[in-house]
């Protein structure tokens, strides 16, 4: 579930507050619903007189957590929102019926066609065939690239794209699109495609400027910075840019835990190696002081033997001058 972020809509199932709807954002749908209705604990004080809720639409694919917390604070109040007040002045008003859920139906069609969400890879999963058809009937269709499913809450995707595995330090291969190399160990710099049986990479430039080639060919529309979807060089299938990005997230995450569990290992294996407790020694502490994960020691002569080493290594241009450190080190 890592990465993912949703907001949702609710509507009241107590006959005596019939379509009044609630709108919020949460990173676990199935455990929010439940707090919503009283069922374990946690938050949901708002929406506690007017128990029970259906959550009957939730909206995903946010680039990141505050993606979607603005996006559900435009949703809660259109009429202070900047976006709507621009396109739509004096529309939306913050009445009473923009607080149901027809009304919350429509203002959710009219973001998606606002500059601000209309390029967002967003995903709407419906759980209820009332509110589907709802919204299939209001006039604002929804972003070609913004998928639609009407299922029950449980088949929600939260997974988000698997990354290809971690490589080693000195891997590299070739960007699909310009055919340079790619350095597997700088993740954030490149792209694969999250199509499983595809092993494309491409730098993040270079397939950005794929997609938004292909924008330009098929449709009419001014220049942009980012793309929204294109097809992969290599396995021709449809992708989202941002499941893309959010692969690449997840990638460098995995790879910044690989790289830890490195030095680590090398720390430890070097702490076994020297061991000195005189006024030589620089301590070390990890694992957050009191916690007990003890302290490593690193004596100045450990220190000292590995600029040597590193020292050794420097480009022979320059001999004397890198010698004359060489011997001041050593002294």
């Known amino acids: 579930m890592s990465g993912f972020y949703a907001c949702y809509l609710l509507a009241s199932a107590n006959p005596r507050f019939k379509s009044h709807a609630y709108v919020g954002s949460t990173p676990d749908p199935h455990r929010r619903i439940r707090q919503h209705n009283g069922e374990i604990a946690g938050g949901a004080m708002k929406t506690s007189k007017k128990r029970p809720w259906d959550m009957v639409l939730v909206v995903h694919g946010f680039p990141n957590k505050y993606a979607a917390l603005q996006f559900e604070w435009a949703w809660q109040k259109p009429h202070e929102s900047r976006h709507f007040t621009q396109v739509y002045p004096g529309v939306y008003k913050g009445s009473r019926k923009e607080l149901q859920l027809d009304g919350k139906l429509k203002v959710l069609s009219d973001m998606l066609g606002l500059d601000q969400w209309v390029r967002w890879p967003l995903h709407l999963h419906f759980t209820t065939q009332s509110a589907f058809s709802t919204f299939a009937t209001l006039p604002m269709a929804p972003p070609k690239h913004v998928s639609i499913t009407c299922q029950p809450l449980s088949e929600l995707p939260m997974k988000t794209p698997q990354p290809i595995e971690v490589p080693t330090m000195q891997s590299t291969s070739d960007c699909i699109v310009c055919m340079d190399a790619v350095s597997l160990s700088k993740p954030a710099t490149f792209l694969s495609c999250t199509t499983s049986s595809c092993r494309m990479l491409a730098h993040l430039l270079c397939l950005s400027d794929w997609f938004l080639n292909e924008e330009k060919k098929h449709a009419k529309s001014v220049d942009q910075l980012l793309p929204v979807s294109g097809t992969c060089p290599l396995c021709r299938e449809e992708l989202l840019w941002g499941d893309l990005i959010r692969g690449m997230k997840n990638r460098c995450a995995k790879f910044g835990n690989y790289r830890e569990t490195l ?53 022979r241009k320059g001999k004397s001058a890198r010698q004359e450190f060489v011997d001041h080190i050593a002294e």
């Open 263 to 315: 030095v680590l290992s090398d720390s430890d294996s070097e702490a076994n190696d020297d061991e000195d407790d005189g006024d030589g020694c620089l301590a070390r502490q990890t694992g957050g002081g009191s916690r007990g994960r003890g302290t490593r020691a690193v004596t100045r002569e450990h220190v000292r033997a590995r600029t040597l080493a590193a020292i050794s290594q420097v480009p």
